[in-house]
């Protein structure tokens, strides 16, 4: 499949009010004027980024699992993003996809914010994950994973790098410079989906959602601040012909994750 259609959601997240969020989320993906082959909701969608996982977590069958599944179902559409889940005991900030048929990949984040204690409260996750959807190879991402290149680095197995988050107004030139050089370095798709709107710490989220080109350039983007949904396609041709005429891959460092 060469044209892939994303549907890139940004709202603003009532905190801890898993009704009133997957309500609003709801209200924009039925704005959207296209159909959409993956629709990316932020970090912790349902929730806001809480400390709270004891309170909030679900286990894999809860409502905020059912309502993903539903609405792939109902949208034709691969639907992801992050929650919080419960799972023999253990609390992660795992980023699940469903498509019409089922569950599809989930990915738990590695690297956990300890700025905000995030450490204390979660498990992090061990496994780098890619997952193929209608053709194209696609790398979850969580938020604070943007960080560390080594973990993300292109080993010639993904196309297309998906970043959900919930990430602060105050660094909001270093979401973007980062979004941006990891498409640049991987030579891949990058869609960095974000949050607006305050939490309960008083911390702004300014959004900046947006797609990127490998070669670095940004496709589309919403306004900051803006509550809505950004929609745009990305091609795989286009994206084999400059790595057929710009082969840096070919040279990358050859290394091993412990």
């Not at 900046?208 to 396609?233: A, C, R, V, Y």
Request: glycine share 6%.
């Amino acid at each position: 499949m060469d044209k892939l259609r994303l549907l890139l959601i940004q709202p603003d997240l009532a905190w801890e009010d898993k009704a009133e969020n997957l309500a609003c989320i709801s209200a924009l993906i039925e704005k959207r004027t296209q159909d959409a082959d993956i629709i990316v909701l932020p970090e912790m969608f349902s929730t806001g980024f809480s400390m709270r996982p004891v309170e909030l977590a679900e286990g894999m069958t809860g409502k905020t699992i059912q309502w993903m599944k539903e609405k792939a179902q109902s949208t034709n559409s691969l639907l992801t993003g992050s929650l919080i889940i419960e799972e023999n005991g253990l609390y992660y900030n795992r980023f699940l996809a469903y498509s019409p048929q089922g569950l599809v990949a989930q990915y738990d984040k590695r690297h956990l914010f300890r700025m905000s204690g995030e450490e204390s409260s979660y498990q992090s996750g061990d496994q780098r994950i890619v997952f193929e959807w209608k053709g194209w190879r696609i790398l979850p991402q969580i938020c604070y994973d943007l960080r560390f290149p080594v973990w993300i680095r292109n080993q010639n197995d993904y196309d297309l790098a998906l970043f959900v988050a919930n990430w602060p107004a105050p660094r909001r030139d270093v979401w973007r410079s980062l979004l941006i050089a990891r498409a640049i370095e991987n030579q891949a798709y990058v869609a960095g989906a974000n949050r607006v709107g305050m939490d309960n710490k008083k911390i702004n989220h300014i959004g900046d959602s947006l797609i990127i080109h490998p070669k670095g350039n940004i496709i589309q983007e919403i306004d900051s601040e803006q509550h809505g949904l950004l929609e745009s396609s990305i091609s795989l041709n286009e994206l084999s012909s400059f790595r057929k005429k710009f082969p840096a891959q070919l040279d990358r460092d050859e290394y091993h994750i412990t």
